[in-house]
């Protein structure tokens, strides 16, 4: 397999869960990163701010900062890729959710004339549970409430999502036009997993599951907008009904080795000290 190192890739979200994991992974395969953020000046709102971000680029990684499923994503991505392939930018790769049939028309806009593209569908990121708003509630509540019932997950960790993004980069065009599934290598329920993280960090955490609409109701005590709530609750109801309880291949195909397990994720977070109240 030919693979092509010798690139400018604009990686967009840098900064963010998933941006930055891209963006070492990128720079360790020896790519040169052109960081796309709101502190670079890029703003996926703001269409003015593009073309200097992706002039003289090679590749870009595209991660909406709300949810894939939105139509504002649909819109901007669809914008984004037109943008690109205009500047001579063709390569693009586009991280998206399994499972998330909303997801679809972003996936499609995608798909410019020119472009190639390919597309990374990951499973509920591991790192979910130690960055972003669920730590919170698991540091300093010891509990987690959350409309997951009792449905089981192939946590992926997104060191495995960054590295299989940055293959699909250099890869020629062994997956252009093609979508990559990733999950973990085993199936779990949130609550086997809040258990892991407890015995992890040595102590009591607890897990309690509501339907997605009390969910709602929490998220808009905290503050969160009407739409967004709305989205969010309908995005829950869905995913989280079971359609993803099963594995997929993508980290073994492309990276030709295992994805790292849970609990590896959960030993080293718990090392750091993310859940120490």
Known sequence: MTTNTDMTVVVTGATGRTGSRVAQAAEAAGLTVRAASRAQGFDWRDRSTWA??????????????TDVGSPEATRAVGEF???????????????????????????????????????????????????????EELRLGGELVFPGGEVREPFVDLRDVADVVVAALTAGERYVGRVLEV????????????????????????????????YGERLAGFGVPPEEVDFLVELFESLLDGRNAHLSDGVRKVLDREPRDFAEFVREAAGAGVWKA
Do not use: C, H, K, M
């Open 81 to 135: 890729a037109e943008e690109a392939v205009s500047l001579g930018v063709r390569r693009l790769v586009l991280l998206s959710a399994r499972g998330e049939e909303r997801a679809r028309p972003t996936e499609e806009a995608l798909r410019v004339p020119g472009a190639e593209w390919t597309v990374v569908r990951a499973a509920w990121f591991a790192q979910n549970f130690s960055e972003g708003p669920l730590v």
């Open 183 to 214: 999950s973990g290598p085993r199936l779990l329920t949130f609550r086997e997993a809040v258990a892991d993280i407890g015995r992890a960090a040595g102590r009591e955490l607890t897990y309690t599951p509501v339907p997605a609409r009390r």
């Open 52 to 65: 200097g971000t992706l002039r003289g680029a090679d590749a870009a990684y595209l991660v909406f900062p």
